[in-house]
């Protein structure tokens, strides 16, 4: 009963996922060309591409045990960390200046085709390692907690064995890819804003698991940089 029981609950969870994700990938698009007020905004084609590239993955292809975790965290999320969940939400922003600036009233101007494509390509990379962080680390929360209940231990695998936080880092470099991909300056300020709320996020994390993560301490002393490596 209770092996039958996991598996409804694991497709429920699944199914649960493609709704969420069929929902944020409308939802992207619809804001998205409605910025750039037309339909013919090619660099607002490619960033959308990405956006499914990045979704896809990072709901649909890990293990239903980490989705559950994703979408509905368990006890002890640090009380600091939901005012960096409402900073979140609010500073991701990013492309939808982009659009505005780049696609509909340019106010910065077009840079070179090798610029937007050069940043598009960083963009990808940088997609790609905050996906790889995801499907090599199963304690990779939403919220910043001590996952007790689920054998929480330190991940030192694949991009964790050279920064401690790989994942904010890709998010990071990407977020600042988008306004040189889409033709907008404008696009740095929350790009900027949202990598300080990230740095900040990232040390008040990586405090909390050297004093509550068994083993934490001797791997930040193996893993020296959090973020970018020979730097911080």
Do not use: C
């Not at 998205?32 to 590239?53: C, P, T």
């Not at 979704?55 to 045990?65: G, K, R, V």
């Amino acid at each position: 009963m209770t092996i039958e029981f996991d598996q409804h609950m694991s497709m429920f969870v699944k199914i649960r996922a493609v709704i969420r994700v069929i929902f944020s990938i409308g939802l992207m698009f619809a804001i998205l060309f409605r910025s750039a007020g037309r339909w013919d905004y090619w660099h607002g084609w490619v960033f959308f591409l990405l956006h499914i590239y990045v979704t896809l993955f990072s709901w649909l292809i890990i293990p239903s045990e980490l989705l559950q975790e994703r979408t509905k965290p368990g006890p002890g999320t640090k009380e600091w960390d939901y005012i960096f969940f409402i900073l979140f939400s609010l500073l991701y922003i990013t492309p939808y200046i982009a659009a505005l600036d780049g696609g509909h009233y340019h106010w910065t101007g077009d840079f070179p085709l090798w610029v937007n494509v050069l940043a598009f390509v960083i963009m990808f990379l940088g997609y790609s390692l905050a996906i790889l962080s995801l499907w090599k680390n199963r304690f990779f929360s939403s919220t910043v907690r001590i996952q007790t209940e689920r054998g929480h231990s330190v991940i030192d695998k694949g991009p964790y064995a050279f920064i401690r936080h790989p994942g904010y880092a890709g998010v990071i470099v990407s977020s600042f890819s988008i306004a040189f991909a889409m033709n907008s300056l404008w696009a740095l300020v929350p790009a900027g804003l949202l990598a300080i709320v990230f740095i900040i996020r990232t040390y008040l994390e990586d405090v909390t698991l050297q004093k509550e993560l068994p083993g934490y301490v001797d791997y930040a002393a193996r893993v020296r940089y959090r973020l970018i490596p020979w730097v911080w």
